[in-house]
């Protein structure tokens, strides 16, 4: 989905499909903008999809868990530039410090209470039976 076709939508309905607010959206993109223009110094070349659509697609990867491929493939793009413009966004915003957790030491002498959410998508591998010999019957 590009972002010219969600930028119109109402604030409600942008956090249900993005799952951060447009707020937090917008912020992110001010941090990706000016680490592309930094990285841009050098020289290079222009990604093929805009930023938005880049911030979209990481959301995208996210949220609905998807393969770098059909992520890529949503935007017209090849599954490695999918990974490599995920990967970017994600080293970027770690390393802007914006969006950090305060340390165990900073939540331990807060009064604050924190409600943290962690969700387990490890992949498991799938338990098959084992072939026994009196199933393999040859006949």
Same mark, same amino acid.
Do not use: C
């Given at each position: 989905?590009?972002? #010219?076709?969600?930028?119109?939508?109402?604030?409600?309905?942008?956090?249900?499909?993005?799952? @951060?607010?447009?707020?937090?959206?917008?912020? @992110? &993109? #001010?941090?990706?903008?000016?680490?592309?223009?930094?990285?841009?110094?050098?020289?290079?070349? #222009?990604?093929?999809?805009?930023?938005?659509?880049?911030?979209?697609?990481?959301?995208?990867?996210?949220?609905?868990?998807? =393969?770098?491929?059909?992520?890529?493939?949503?935007?017209?793009?090849?599954?490695?530039?999918?990974?490599?413009?995920?990967?970017?966004?994600?080293? =970027?915003?770690?390393?802007?410090?914006?969006?950090? &957790? /305060?340390?165990?030491?900073?939540?331990?002498?807060?009064?604050?209470?924190?409600? &943290?959410?962690?969700?387990?998508? =490890?992949?498991?591998? @799938?338990?098959? /039976?084992?072939? =026994?010999?009196?199933?393999?019957?040859?006949?």
């Amino acid at each position: 989905m590009k972002y #010219e076709r969600i930028k119109g939508i109402k604030e409600k309905e942008f956090r249900r499909l993005t799952g @951060i607010k447009r707020k937090t959206f917008e912020k @992110i &993109l #001010e941090i990706l903008k000016k680490a592309d223009k930094a990285k841009r110094v050098k020289g290079g070349r #222009e990604s093929k999809i805009s930023m938005e659509d880049m911030m979209l697609m990481t959301l995208e990867y996210w949220r609905e868990n998807r =393969t770098y491929f059909h992520t890529g493939q949503s935007y017209g793009i090849s599954e490695s530039s999918a990974y490599k413009n995920i990967r970017w966004i994600e080293d =970027t915003l770690i390393k802007s410090g914006e969006f950090l &957790l /305060p340390g165990k030491k900073a939540l331990k002498q807060d009064n604050t209470n924190y409600e &943290l959410i962690l969700i387990d998508a =490890t992949e498991t591998p @799938i338990e098959r /039976p084992k072939k =026994t010999e009196s199933k393999m019957v040859k006949k």
